[in-house]
C-alpha cells in the first residue's frame, strides 16, 4: 500500500488528509471515506476501514474536517461545525481526490455525520458515482421524528446503505420508509446486532473483525454488480 499525507487548504487553515492506494491492480473507482462526528482521519474505525478498502483494489482518500482539524490542535473535543462548512470541508476533499483519480469514478462514502454530508454532496450535483453509507444517522437517538432524508429524492446515484439492527440513530423502518422516496437505486443491508459503531455482542457468536469484514466485503460485492468492467 502507499500512503500520502496531505494538507487541503480551506479557509486560511488546512484540513490533514491521507490517500492510501494499492501497490498494484487498482480497482477503477475510489473511494472518499469521510468521519463519523466523534471521529478523526486516524481513528482506528477510520484506518482499518480504509486499509480493508484498499486491500480489496479501492484508493481511498479520508480527512478530517474543520472542526476535527482544530480538535486535534487543541488537544480536546469540539462539536462538529455547522452544516455548511462541513460541506464546504468535505467538497474540498471531493475535489482532491478528484484531482488524483484521473479517469477513475468517485464514490462517496462516510461513517454516520461522513455518510450524512456525502448525500448532501450528491443531492447537490457534486461528482459522485455512487454512495455507500456506513450507519446512516437517520434521525438523533430517541428523536424518530427529526428525519434528516428530506434529500434522498434528489439523489440520482445508487447508494448502498450498511444499517445495524441495534444503531439507535436509524429506526429501521423509518429508513426503509425514507428509502422508498430515494431518487436512485438503493440497496439496504442490515447487519444483525450489530450497533451504531457496528459492534455486535459476544452472545452474537461473531467479533467485530468479523463484521468489518463483512461490511468491506459487502462494498466490494456492491461496487462489481453496480459498475461492471
Not at 421524528?145 to 444499517?163: N, V
Amino acid at each position: 500500500m502507499r500512503s500520502e499525507r496531505l494538507a487541503l487548504p480551506f479557509r486560511g487553515e488546512t484540513l490533514s488528509a491521507e490517500l492510501d492506494e494499492p501497490e498494484r491492480d487498482a480497482r477503477a473507482s475510489a473511494i472518499l471515506l469521510a468521519n463519523g462526528a466523534g471521529y478523526h482521519l486516524d481513528a482506528p474505525w477510520m484506518a482499518e476501514t480504509a486499509h480493508g478498502l484498499v486491500a480489496r483494489g479501492f484508493a481511498v482518500l479520508r480527512f478530517n474536517y474543520l472542526y476535527q482539524e482544530r480538535a486535534q490542535g487543541a488537544g480536546h473535543g469540539k462539536p462538529p461545525d455547522r452544516t455548511p462548512i462541513l460541506e464546504e470541508a468535505h467538497a474540498t476533499a471531493l475535489a482532491a481526490l478528484a484531482e488524483r483519480a484521473g479517469a477513475r469514478r468517485v464514490i462517496l462514502a462516510g461513517k454516520s455525520l461522513g455518510g450524512r454530508m456525502s448525500t448532501h454532496l450528491a443531492a447537490k450535483g457534486e461528482r459522485c458515482a455512487g454512495l455507500v453509507l456506513f450507519g446512516y444517522p437517520l434521525h438523533p437517538p430517541n428523536q424518530p421524528t427529526k428525519l434528516r432524508s428530506e434529500h434522498f429524492a434528489a439523489i440520482a446515484q445508487p447508494a448502498l446503505f450498511l444499517q445495524g439492527t441495534r444503531d439507535d440513530f436509524a429506526d429501521l423502518e423509518l429508513l426503509r420508509t425514507a428509502l422508498a422516496r430515494y431518487g436512485g437505486r438503493v440497496t439496504l443491508e442490515v447487519i444483525d446486532g450489530a450497533d451504531h459503531g457496528f459492534h455486535v455482542r459476544k452472545a452474537s457468536g461473531r467479533s467485530d473483525a468479523e463484521v468489518r469484514a463483512f461490511l468491506l466485503d459487502r462494498v466490494d460485492r456492491w461496487e462489481r454488480e453496480t459498475f461492471p468492467e
